[in-house]
């Protein structure tokens, strides 16, 4: 079997393009309760790369010693240990006390391999997935992990956990099926990417269904156990010697440090400023100016500062401006078209960042799926020229917003066009800055605001706002993301994630297409047809691209350094101490 890398294999789209995406999942290891075949690991593109009792994923060294303490910083604020119940901010590091049914391969576009469940199963129609508990499979009381345990926490979240679970299981039941086994049934439209959410849930105890808290601290599965919280500030995790699934190959090699202290801080400046005094130990820095200018004087220090890059999946991390088209003057697209026209990102980032980020070509840059070949400006002037503003100006004429001085107006009431953009991220502010000026010189007035999370994400689910700030990875196989974000089933959804309000038949099908594809060919060709169509609905505004994670790290942690992927950016998973 030829095995592909991570990176090698979505370029050429992976597989086969007449391949099935549900081949067999690898060798047979038993029925379940209605015949399924259940494997090791499943994957939508065919064949594994990992067969079964698999060593070590990649990025992992089986021989990496345990010990030692990595000292981590977080930004913001924690308020709860309850990870479970909406709404509340639980530490994000806190997922590391709970296991999954699977784990995602980390140099495969899309291949999960059993860790909880030691066997799966998928239908034929992609309506059932059938997971077998392992029997070893216990808690940190000791008790045994059990069908009853997934059903509490499946039915937990889609109740009363965040809008995402909400959102993205409201169609799908669980039943337990068989002795240790149960088996999700998807009642809704087809959805090949479910398995993929399905990784994601952290299963928690059903004999502990009381929310914690500081005198209750929460029950885990997982390689780490709360040791101590503080909120909103401080975290410590302790390694359980005794993991029941130390010697799996999901997770050999991996959760090396003995103990993990998190720290919280306010802001990223006073963050990256703690880290060069030294109060923690590694960081993953996303601000051009410090990457540039900030820790030359640190590689002489003691201990000294490392730095590295490494290359994120497919087209990396995209970051624009979501525009909320439910009503008013985003609703008309040639209002979009116009905003579009007089902004030239792939100038402002050369200007501000000379080149540490790269302009939005299509959604899925370098990837099968993206339709390279289209612009929904070809046959327009350049963006950003004096051209595209009277390009723009047209539009703006036509739809009857015109010009009093230097502002367009509201025909009607006299207003002036003038819009909001919302963000939590000063990371933003420069570019909005620019965004700015770009709309003035149309005639449109933006006004940037930067808002606390947890207040920007009520504007935001509540609808109350006009453009928005949006940091979006499609996946290695796209297609869940991007229906939420973008299908109009969602779109008059309370509280959900289709913030633009985009009722797009065309896009739609092409979501639909995505999701429901049986073939690689079929798959390709539905994601080349949302790139293009999303992109000529203006409905997002490209800001850039982030195509590689940057690492700095002090002498004493050290990670496996693989030629083609890089270094693992996650520290607290992958690294290992030197003096251990």
Same mark, same amino acid.
């Given at each position: 079997?030829?095995?592909?890398?991570?990176?090698?294999?979505?370029?050429?789209?992976?597989?086969?393009?007449?391949?099935?995406?549900?081949?067999?999942?690898?060798? *047979?290891?038993? #029925? &379940? %309760?209605?015949?399924?075949?259940? =494997?090791?690991? !499943?994957?939508? $593109?065919?064949?594994? /790369?990992? @067969?079964?009792?698999?060593?070590?994923?990649?990025?992992?060294?089986?021989?990496?010693?345990?010990?030692?303490?990595?000292?981590?910083?977080?930004?913001?604020?924690?308020?709860?240990?309850?990870?479970?119940?909406?709404?509340?901010?639980?530490?994000?590091?806190?997922?590391?006390?709970?296991?999954?049914?699977?784990?995602?391969?980390?140099?495969?576009?899309?291949?999960?391999?059993?860790?909880?469940?030691?066997?799966?199963?998928?239908?034929?129609?992609?309506?059932?997935?059938?997971?077998?508990?392992?029997?070893?499979?216990?808690?940190?009381?000791?008790?045994?992990?059990?069908?009853?345990?997934?059903?509490?926490?499946?039915?937990? *979240?889609?109740? #009363? &956990? %965040?809008?995402?679970?909400?959102? =993205?299981?409201? !169609?799908?039941? $669980?039943?337990?099926? /068989?002795? @240790?086994?149960?088996?999700?049934?998807?009642?809704?439209?087809?959805?090949?990417?479910?398995?993929?959410?399905?990784?994601?849930?952290?299963?928690?105890?059903?004999?502990?269904?009381?929310?914690?808290?500081?005198?209750?601290?929460?029950?885990?599965?997982?390689?780490?156990?709360?040791?101590?919280?503080?909120?909103?500030?401080?975290?410590?995790?302790?390694?359980?010697?005794?993991?029941?699934?130390?010697?799996?190959?999901?997770?050999?090699?991996?959760?090396?440090?003995?103990?993990?202290?998190?720290?919280?801080?306010?802001?990223?400046?006073?963050?990256?400023?703690?880290?060069?005094?030294?109060?923690?130990?590694?960081?993953?820095?996303?601000?051009?100016?410090?990457?540039?200018?900030?820790?030359?004087?640190?590689?002489?220090?003691?201990?000294?500062?490392?730095?590295?890059?490494?290359?994120?999946?497919?087209?990396?991390?995209?970051?624009?401006?979501?525009?909320?088209?439910?009503?008013?003057?985003?609703?008309?697209?040639?209002?979009?078209?116009?905003?579009?026209?007089?902004?030239?990102?792939?100038?402002?980032?050369?200007?501000?960042?000379?080149?540490?980020?790269?302009?939005?070509?299509?959604?899925?840059?370098?990837?099968?799926?993206?339709?390279?070949?289209?612009?929904?400006?070809?046959?327009?002037?350049?963006?950003?020229?004096?051209?595209?503003?009277?390009?723009?100006?047209?539009?703006?004429?036509?739809?009857?917003?015109?010009?009093?001085?230097?502002?367009?107006?509201?025909?009607?009431?006299?207003?002036?066009?003038?819009?909001?953009?919302?963000?939590?991220?000063?990371?933003?502010?420069?570019?909005?800055?620019?965004?700015?000026?770009?709309?003035?010189?149309?005639?449109?007035?933006?006004?940037?605001?930067?808002?606390?999370?947890?207040?920007?994400?009520?504007?935001?689910?509540?609808?109350?706002?006009?453009?928005?700030?949006?940091?979006?990875?499609?996946?290695?196989?796209?297609?869940?993301?991007?229906?939420?974000?973008?299908?109009?089933?969602?779109?008059?959804?309370?509280?959900?994630?289709?913030?633009?309000?985009?009722?797009?038949?065309?896009?739609?099908?092409?979501?639909?297409?995505?999701?429901?594809?049986?073939?690689?060919?079929?798959?390709?060709?539905?994601?080349?047809?949302?790139?293009?169509?999303?992109?000529?609905?203006?409905?997002?505004?490209?800001?850039?691209?982030?195509?590689?994670?940057?690492?700095?790290?002090?002498?004493?942690?050290?990670?496996?350094?693989?030629?083609?992927?890089?270094?693992?950016?996650?520290?607290?998973?992958?690294?290992?101490?030197?003096?251990?």
């Amino acid at each position: 079997m030829i095995q592909l890398s991570r990176r090698r294999a979505i370029q050429l789209g992976v597989a086969s393009l007449t391949a099935s995406l549900f081949q067999p999942v690898g060798s *047979l290891l038993a #029925l &379940g %309760a209605d015949g399924e075949a259940l =494997a090791h690991g !499943a994957s939508p $593109l065919g064949d594994l /790369a990992y @067969r079964p009792g698999f060593e070590h994923f990649v990025h992992r060294n089986p021989e990496a010693p345990k010990g030692g303490v990595l000292r981590l910083a977080r930004i913001g604020a924690f308020d709860t240990l309850d990870t479970l119940r909406y709404p509340g901010r639980p530490p994000s590091d806190l997922r590391l006390i709970y296991d999954r049914l699977v784990i995602p391969s980390p140099d495969e576009p899309a291949s999960y391999y059993g860790h909880l469940a030691d066997g799966m199963a998928i239908s034929d129609d992609v309506s059932r997935i059938t997971f077998r508990l392992a029997t070893d499979a216990h808690w940190h009381d000791g008790q045994p992990l059990t069908p009853q345990d997934v059903l509490f926490t499946f039915e937990t *979240l889609k109740t #009363l &956990g %965040a809008p995402f679970y909400r959102q =993205a299981y409201r !169609a799908v039941r $669980l039943e337990e099926t /068989a002795e @240790r086994t149960v088996t999700f049934i998807n009642e809704g439209a087809p959805d090949r990417d479910l398995i993929g959410g399905l990784a994601s849930l952290p299963i928690h105890p059903a004999h502990r269904q009381e929310p914690p808290g500081p005198e209750n601290l929460p029950l885990g599965s997982g390689p780490y156990r709360l040791l101590q919280s503080d909120a909103p500030s401080r975290l410590i995790l302790e390694r359980v010697p005794d993991y029941w699934a130390a010697d799996l190959g999901t997770v050999r090699g991996a959760f090396n440090f003995d103990r993990l202290a998190i720290r919280y801080y306010r802001d990223a400046d006073v963050a990256f400023e703690a880290f060069r005094a030294r109060e923690y130990d590694a960081r993953v820095e996303t601000s051009p100016t410090r990457w540039r200018n900030g820790y030359d004087d640190l590689a002489d220090a003691s201990p000294a500062v490392m730095r590295a890059t490494t290359p994120n999946d497919g087209p990396g991390k995209l970051h624009g401006l979501v525009m909320n088209v439910r009503s008013g003057p985003l609703a008309e697209v040639r209002v979009r078209r116009a905003l579009h026209l007089s902004f030239d990102s792939a100038q402002t980032l050369e200007r501000l960042f000379a080149g540490f980020f790269q302009p939005i070509a299509s959604l899925f840059e370098g990837t099968a799926f993206a339709d390279a070949d289209f612009d929904p400006n070809a046959d327009g002037p350049p963006l950003g020229s004096r051209e595209a503003a009277r390009l723009a100006s047209q539009l703006l004429d036509e739809t009857g917003y015109r010009l009093d001085g230097t502002r367009r107006v509201d025909p009607q009431t006299g207003a002036p066009l003038r819009f909001e953009a919302v963000s939590t991220n000063p990371l933003y502010a420069s570019v909005l800055g620019e965004v700015v000026l770009a709309f003035q010189r149309i005639g449109v007035e933006l006004v940037p605001q930067t808002l606390e999370p947890s207040i920007a994400s009520r504007q935001l689910l509540d609808r109350q706002f006009d453009l928005a700030t949006l940091a979006w990875a499609p996946g290695r196989l796209p297609g869940s993301a991007e229906r939420l974000l973008w299908h109009s089933d969602l779109a008059a959804r309370p509280g959900s994630y289709a913030l633009s309000g985009l009722d797009d038949a065309n896009i739609d099908a092409s979501l639909d297409a995505l999701s429901s594809a049986r073939t690689m060919e079929d798959a390709v060709a539905a994601g080349r047809s949302f790139d293009r169509l999303l992109r000529e609905s203006f409905a997002y505004l490209p800001l850039w691209r982030d195509g590689e994670t940057r690492l700095a790290w002090r002498e004493g942690i050290m990670s496996v350094d693989d030629p083609e992927l890089g270094r693992s950016p996650s520290f607290l998973a992958d690294w290992w101490s030197s003096d251990a």
